[in-house]
């Protein structure tokens, strides 16, 4: 009895340490990747920027003149008029090395501060489509978020409340145009908004 146990602990201490050495031997693996991507990426020159989805805000559908003298409602204003005129991006879902090699290392700084004022419009897009739809301005809040949505958005609260109002105003088939956009994602959040997305579709049912 002894010899038996002995040996299912011989054979388990072999088992894990030759998973502990696949292990070890795919992260050295996908660290030396990771460095070579990163040498040819500096190494890249700078190419064009023509081919940039650049985002326009198309302030004529934005509410801009409701709830002003709602202090947090104006800082969502003031912010989206200050990205009104900035490139705006998004490059949600490539890393700084993926951007190097497709666009050249000196362009680096450039394309961050593109990908930094599209992050902070679809946070302030959708923190204010939350305000406007606490303040009962629904419509206005769901023309922000189909906005954002039609940008590429992860944010997943901005589904959520696009969905609860779709509901609510008695249009839940436009959920189902929700679904395309949710599963081109390339971020880590698309797999959580496409199972929100059929957790609905199956509450429906």
């Given at each position: ?90 490059f949600t879902g490539l890393s700084n090395t993926d951007l190097k090699l497709r666009y050249g290392a000196p362009n680096i700084n450039l394309l961050t501060t593109y990908d930094q004022n599209y992050t902070l419009l679809a946070r302030t897009l959708q923190q204010w489509a ?76």
């Open positions: 009895m002894n010899l038996l146990i002995i040996a299912s602990t011989l054979i388990l201490a072999a088992a894990i340490a030759m998973a502990s050495s696949k292990s070890q031997k795919n992260a050295a693996a996908a660290e030396q990747e990771y460095w070579k991507r990163e040498r040819a990426a500096n190494n890249t020159r700078r190419k064009p920027l023509d081919d940039l989805n650049y985002i326009k805000l198309p302030l004529e559908i934005f509410p801009m003149e409701l709830l002003q003298d709602v202090p947090r409602i104006e800082d969502y204003r003031q912010i989206i008029l200050s990205l009104k005129d900035q490139p705006v991006v998004n939350q305000a406007l739809y606490d303040n009962g301005f629904s419509n206005e809040a769901c023309q922000l978020l189909e906005f954002a949505v039609s940008t590429g958005t992860d944010v997943s609260a901005t589904y959520r409340l696009l969905i609860r109002i779709y509901q609510e105003n008695g249009t839940p088939e436009k959920i189902d145009a929700l679904y395309p956009v949710a599963e081109s994602l390339t971020s880590a959040m698309q797999k959580p908004i496409v199972r929100m997305l059929e957790e609905v579709r199956q509450s429906s049912d």
